[in-house]
């Protein structure tokens, strides 16, 4: 029998999809990489906590062992928690090219291709890194929890530290120091952006920078507290000499355990609904967004009435047909034609 916490997790985080979709069309239609990213990120993690939530509903984990599925979520657990962390830092370092009234007129070539490498870098490449470095440290093939579903799982020695574990911390505590420095930026700086804007743009391009600042200080606050709560669950007491075999034992793919649902992972549901909910709030609900809302209902009702058009039978474009008097039923005739010809 499911739980009460599982049901309240498969709506929530269902819910929590529905709010990421508008959102993430619309910075893809904006060609804005680093935020799709970190939309599409948190719309992943959401749909691995909902499918988890299904397949595993009670406090303890029965039946299927999720081979296949798990060896795969883990992975995509491991490279999108440094995801969403590098884009959180991507998108401060942008808010501060922006605000900077020295580099907003005009971006050099170099500047773009040297933040190109840096998104990269961020959002990609060590996400990856992180995703097969975590093989090095991982003792057991994966865990289960009851709801939580598939987990990752690293050694109990320093390496754990070194390749997988600090990898979020440093870009979170790399991305408190830009969101510091933007917001700084943004107090100081205000007035000389507004006089570099012509003035019908002054006011659109500064709600529009504010609001983003905003998200995104909430988001790294939020970030950062939840990384705090789960790196001390993390945190291991004692730590013990690195073994490659006796952490890739022969029996290393039969290696599944199970668990009951723990309280430290409210946190993490918390944390992706909570970044559903800031995202849809400051993005899909903006002037902007609701303006091409009304154009995608506004198309959506002409597609309608064009179907309902052409479904409608036309009379006029038909010829009156009746059954013919042979000896075959199956036949008709063309009465028009035979009054033609007689």
Not at 266 to 288: D, Q, T
Request: aromatic fraction near 10%; charge should be positive; proline fraction near 6%.
């Amino acid at each position: 029998m499911s739980s009460p916490i599982a049901a309240a997790v498969a709506v929530s985080t269902f819910l929590s999809c529905l709010l990421c979709i508008p959102p993430l069309i619309l910075q893809l239609q904006a060609r804005s990489l680093v935020v799709s990213v970190l939309i599409a990120s948190t719309l992943i993690v959401n749909i691995l906590c909902f499918v988890n939530a299904l397949i595993w509903p009670t406090k303890y984990p029965s039946g299927w062992e999720g081979q296949g599925l798990c060896d795969i979520e883990i992975k995509l657990r491991t490279g999108l928690d440094m995801t969403i962390s590098g884009g959180i830092v991507c998108l401060f370092r942008q808010l501060c090219l922006i605000i900077d009234p020295s580099q907003y007129i005009r971006l050099s070539r170099v500047q773009k291709r040297n933040t190109g490498i840096f998104e990269a870098t961020l959002c990609g490449i060590l996400p990856i890194l992180r995703m097969i470095l975590s093989y090095v440290v991982q003792p057991d093939r994966y865990w289960i929890f009851g709801t939580y579903g598939c987990t990752p799982t690293v050694d109990t020695s320093w390496p754990s530290y070194a390749l997988v574990l600090v990898w979020p911390l440093v870009a979170d505590l790399g991305a408190l120091w830009y969101g510091a420095l933007a917001t700084l930026q943004m107090v100081k700086h205000s007035r000389e952006v507004s006089k570099l804007l012509p003035g019908g743009q002054v006011t659109a391009s500064k709600r529009r920078t504010e609001r983003l600042l905003v998200m995104t200080v909430l988001l790294i606050i939020l970030e950062a507290l939840t990384r705090a709560v789960v790196f001390w669950g993390e945190i291991m007491p004692f730590l013990v000499p690195y073994s490659w075999s006796r952490i890739h034992p022969p029996n290393w793919s039969r290696k599944i355990e199970k668990a009951s649902f723990r309280p430290i992972h409210l946190a993490v549901y918390g944390r992706s609904i909570a970044h559903s909910i800031i995202i849809f709030g400051f993005l899909g609900c903006s002037a902007e967004a609701i303006a091409v809302y009304k154009v995608w209902l506004g198309r959506s009702r002409s597609r309608l009435w064009w179907t309902s058009m052409i479904k409608q039978p036309q009379a006029s474009n038909k010829k009156a047909k009746v059954p013919s008097k042979s000896s075959d039923p199956g036949q008709t005739r063309d009465f028009g034609h035979e009054l033609a010809t007689t």
